[in-house]
């Protein structure tokens, strides 16, 4: 009797490609250790944002994504992809004018006071649309947030339809697209960077990314050169041709008044790299701290009519802010064109026209 060969051992049923096992595929890519990890393209990580958005990676698998990320440090094209994701799924704003769009770090401001929304204002009574963007307190700084400060100076901005912040755009020249409000998706990330307890390369993407759309300057914060040649890179890839770098404080697009700042403008195969040297202007001096935002409250309606402890901050800001938006021709006419619109009280009239409007 000839031996029967024994049965074939079942084979497995294919696994479908669902976001979970397409997430783990990049979890692999991004977190096989320094010498076998391998990047993403951009397509690859926009479809891993987008899972992590639309909750189709579990949060086991999106933790150990944003920490293995973190340490690999993400790739120009990788966060090019992320960009695209927060394009097409976030909030849009247009203006007729282009606009001066800032990227300031969504965890807030802990160390230093806060210059940015008086410099917004200083701009946009210039007649430049500005566009901020921001969230609630969240980690890892859990600093002072946009919405808090603008509140401390009267204007309510929570819960806000989109529609109403476009509305504020074209009449004030002013909006601020708050992240719990206009793009609930990107909320869903909150709680597992919370427990992460490190800040993921998701923090330098909200760096990056402006609801504008249409002309405008991008300014971006950055605390570390490698991290401002990436986003360099990613912006290109983008097609984000108008960017301007900021070594600003904390990160943000503050410029200080203690130091030099060091700045880019990439152009080409140029990085624009700009030393602005505060003391040459008569705006030295010492970068003032946060405390409070009563006393913050205080102290920025005093800048917006040209005096007190944040008045020299302010000017150097937006005085350099209104040069590199191509309203003035050099840096000191941008200054002294700040100090008459605060002289002449601009800024606090285009306060008190939003508050009288903004019930």
Same mark, same amino acid.
């Given at each position: 009797?000839?031996?029967?060969?024994?049965?074939?051992?079942?084979?497995?049923?294919?696994?479908?490609?669902?976001?979970?096992?397409?997430?783990?595929?990049?979890?692999?890519?991004? =977190?096989?250790?320094?010498?076998?990890?391998? $990047?993403? #393209?951009?397509? *690859?990580?926009?479809? &891993? !944002?987008? @899972?992590? %958005?639309?909750?189709?990676?579990?949060?086991?698998?999106?933790?150990?994504?944003?920490?293995?990320?973190?340490?690999?440090?993400?790739?120009?094209?990788?966060?090019?992809?992320?960009?695209?994701?927060?394009?097409?799924?976030?909030?849009?704003?247009?203006?007729?004018?282009?606009?001066?769009?800032?990227?300031?770090?969504?965890?807030?401001?802990?160390?230093?006071?806060?210059?940015?929304?008086?410099?917004?204002?200083?701009?946009?009574?210039?007649?430049?649309?500005?566009?901020?963007?921001? =969230?609630?307190?969240?980690?890892?700084?859990? $600093?002072? #947030?946009?919405? *808090?400060?603008?509140? &401390? !100076?009267? @204007?309510? %901005?929570?819960?806000?339809?989109?529609?109403?912040?476009?509305?504020?755009?074209?009449?004030?020249?002013?909006?601020?697209?708050?992240?719990?409000?206009?793009?609930?998706?990107?909320?869903?990330?909150?709680?597992?960077?919370?427990?992460?307890?490190?800040?993921?390369?998701?923090?330098?993407?909200?760096?990056?990314?402006?609801?504008?759309?249409?002309?405008?300057?991008?300014?971006?914060?950055?605390?570390?050169?490698?991290?401002?040649?990436?986003?360099?890179?990613?912006?290109?890839?983008? =097609?984000?041709?108008?960017?301007?770098?900021?070594?600003?404080?904390?990160?943000?697009?503050?410029?200080?008044?203690?130091?030099?700042?060091?700045?880019?403008?990439?152009?080409?195969?140029?990085?624009?790299?700009?030393?602005?040297?505060?003391?040459?202007?008569?705006?030295?001096?010492?970068?003032?701290?946060?405390?409070?935002?009563?006393?913050?409250?205080?102290?920025?309606?005093?800048?917006?009519?040209?005096?007190?402890?944040?008045?020299?901050?302010?000017?150097?800001?937006?005085?350099?802010?209104?040069?590199?938006?191509?309203?003035?021709?050099?840096?000191?006419?941008?200054?002294?064109?700040?100090?008459?619109?605060?002289?002449?009280?601009?800024?606090?009239?285009?306060?008190?026209?939003?508050?009288?409007?903004?019930?």
């Amino acid at each position: 009797m000839v031996a029967q060969a024994p049965a074939a051992p079942p084979q497995p049923e294919p696994v479908p490609a669902s976001g979970r096992y397409r997430f783990r595929t990049y979890l692999g890519k991004v =977190g096989s250790g320094e010498h076998t990890s391998s $990047g993403l #393209t951009r397509e *690859e990580a926009a479809d &891993a !944002l987008e @899972l992590m %958005l639309n909750g189709e990676a579990s949060p086991a698998q999106i933790g150990a994504f944003l920490i293995a990320h973190r340490i690999r440090r993400p790739e120009p094209q990788e966060l090019t992809g992320m960009l695209d994701v927060y394009r097409r799924q976030g909030p849009q704003l247009h203006s007729p004018e282009p606009a001066l769009c800032f990227g300031i770090p969504f965890d807030g401001r802990s160390r230093t006071a806060p210059i940015y929304p008086l410099t917004a204002l200083v701009l946009a009574s210039a007649g430049i649309p500005v566009v901020l963007q921001g =969230g609630r307190r969240m980690p890892v700084k859990y $600093g002072v #947030t946009a919405l *808090e400060l603008f509140a &401390a !100076l009267g @204007l309510a %901005l929570q819960g806000r339809s989109l529609a109403w912040v476009q509305q504020g755009l074209e009449r004030w020249k002013l909006a601020l697209v708050h992240q719990p409000d206009h793009f609930p998706d990107a909320e869903v990330l909150i709680p597992i960077r919370e427990d992460i307890g490190k800040r993921p390369p998701l923090a330098s993407l909200e760096l990056l990314w402006t609801p504008h759309q249409g002309p405008h300057l991008l300014v971006s914060g950055f605390v570390h050169p490698p991290t401002e040649a990436r986003a360099w890179q990613a912006l290109k890839l983008a =097609g984000e041709t108008n960017v301007l770098t900021i070594k600003g404080l904390e990160g943000s697009t503050d410029l200080p008044i203690s130091r030099a700042c060091v700045t880019g403008r990439p152009d080409g195969d140029s990085d624009g790299r700009q030393i602005l040297h505060p003391r040459d202007h008569g705006c030295y001096g010492e970068d003032p701290r946060w405390e409070s935002l009563e006393l913050w409250a205080g102290q920025a309606f005093a800048a917006l009519g040209g005096q007190g402890p944040l008045a020299t901050s302010l000017i150097w800001n937006a005085g350099t802010y209104l040069w590199q938006a191509g309203h003035n021709a050099s840096q000191e006419a941008g200054l002294a064109q700040c100090r008459e619109l605060l002289h002449d009280g601009a800024a606090l009239r285009l306060l008190d026209a939003i508050r009288q409007q903004t019930p």
